[in-house]
């Protein structure tokens, strides 16, 4: 039940970045100081929309997954510097997915990475921005959610 709570929930965590203007979203460069600031105001805003004490517990996750998934295992994320194991799971889940997701797709910032550069990337990152048995469980899955990718994605 838990699990199919988060796979209902996950992909509500950007729903913040309604409060953030297309030309910070879009923008095709790096992002300035001010503007990084401002993009990183989406999990408050996302929590916002999400957190109004609604019964439904697809709501609150959603609101728990909005709020925390730019946190980091290391303690350096966004917005509360929450650390390890304080960081929710559905939260930690989410970040590693979005990550490699956000990789493996062209942005209007940057082209797409192969599969190869983005597991060299998440592997860096474990103990950092990853939780590290999450990692571990992820690498197995790889050609299941390439796989994944190639009959969902948009053609």
């Known amino acids: 039940a838990w699990v199919e709570l988060l796979r209902q929930a996950a992909p509500m965590h950007d729903v913040g970045k309604i409060g953030i203007p297309d030309s910070i979203l879009l923008k095709p460069g790096a992002l300035t100081e001010q503007e990084r600031l401002i993009m990183n105001e989406h999990p408050l805003i996302g929590f916002s929309i999400l957190n109004d004490d609604h019964p439904s517990a697809l709501t609150q996750m959603a609101a728990e997954i909005a709020l925390n998934h730019h946190e980091k295992w290391d303690g350096s994320g966004y917005p509360n510097r929450l650390q390890g194991e304080q960081i ?17 797709m062209d942005r209007p910032y940057k082209s797409a990475w192969p599969v190869e550069r983005a597991l060299v990337h998440i592997h860096e990152q474990s103990g950092l ?27």
Do not use: K
Request: hydrophobic content about 50%; overall charge negative; charged content about 25%.
């Open 88 to 104: 929710p799971l559905s939260a930690r889940i989410v970040a590693l997915c979005d990550v490699y997701d956000a990789l493996r």
């Open 129 to 155: 921005h990853f939780d590290p048995a999450l990692v571990a469980i992820l690498d197995p899955l790889i050609s299941d959610i390439e796989a994944i990718r190639q009959r969902l994605g948009d053609p």
